[in-house]
């Protein structure tokens, strides 16, 4: 069962969603050679209880970060540390927030200076499969509408998409049914419907789809040490457009 969000639901899931909107906003100016993923993870934290919301990662199942911080090769869930970023890394940050009980989650994938051009056309596809996916989450599509394009859309561009990680229902949990893969048939799980509260979120790898968790129990890196993007929203599906609840400006564009 998928449930639909009420208007005061759908209400407080935005809050947490402009308050990680912000978020990134600020954050995307810090990214820059020498900073370290603790230094964000800090600063994360610091505007997150400024505008009113609490980091929900952290302990989360006992995660230490307040957000996951995860360059190159490390596909998602990397813990914030004494790691300094390099020009030419790029790194994917998670946030996800809680505000009145309910909560909003999104993740993107940022260069450091300049990366490479390989680097480049994999973010791109990343983030353009995000849209491609959020296009698919309309009230009458099925559930794995969204994955097959997403996935079509990767495999296209000689990516993988990642199969050990998924995106997920939120709402009063930070993770709710439906579990929603990047990957898989259209046509196929339950129609969607409005008010139904989603958070998409295509991890794409440069070479094989295989990942490996280290033995901090998080961190989850690619197979073959190649790189990986990850991005994310929390929206919402209505009767006309689905609606982003986790909006924000980049500047880098
Ligand atoms: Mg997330
Ligand atoms: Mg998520």
């Known amino acids: 069962m998928i449930g ?10 935005s809050e947490a969603g402009a308050i990680i909107g912000k978020v990134f906003e600020r954050l995307e100016g810090e990214i820059r050679p020498g900073i370290t993923t603790i230094e964000l993870d800090r600063l994360a934290g610091q505007l997150i209880k400024s505008f009113g919301g609490r980091a929900a990662f952290l302990g989360y199942k006992d995660f230490p970060g307040k957000i996951c911080a995860s360059p190159n090769d490390v596909v998602v869930h990397g813990i914030p540390g004494d790691r300094k970023l390099e020009k030419g890394d790029i790194i994917s940050l ?7 009980g309910y909560y909003a989650d999104s993740a ?3 260069a450091v200076g300049n990366c490479s051009d390989a680097a480049a056309r994999l973010m791109e596809a990343t983030e353009c499969s995000l849209y491609i996916g959020i296009d698919k989450a309309r009230a009458g599509n099925r559930l794995s509408d969204i994955g097959n394009a997403i996935q079509t859309f990767i495999e296209n561009k000689g990516f993988s998409v990642v199969r050990a990680f998924v995106g997920h229902g939120i709402g009063a949990e930070l993770h709710e049914e439906p579990e929603i893969p990047n990957f898989g048939a259209a046509g196929r799980g339950p129609r969607l419907e409005p008010g139904m509260v989603l958070a998409i979120e295509p991890m794409v790898n440069e070479g094989t789809c295989d990942v490996e968790i280290l033995e901090d129990g998080w961190t989850a890196v690619t197979g073959d040490g190649k790189l990986s993007a990850h991005f ?5 599906v209505t009767d006309k457009e689905p609606r982003i609840l986790t909006k924000w400006q980049k500047k880098n564009r």
């Open 94 to 100: 998670d946030v996800g927030v809680e505000r009145g």
């Open 108 to 110: 993107a994938t940022f």
């Open 232 to 236: 994310e929203h929390t929206i919402l």
């Open 4 to 13: 639909l969000k009420s208007d005061r639901e759908i209400s407080l899931i």
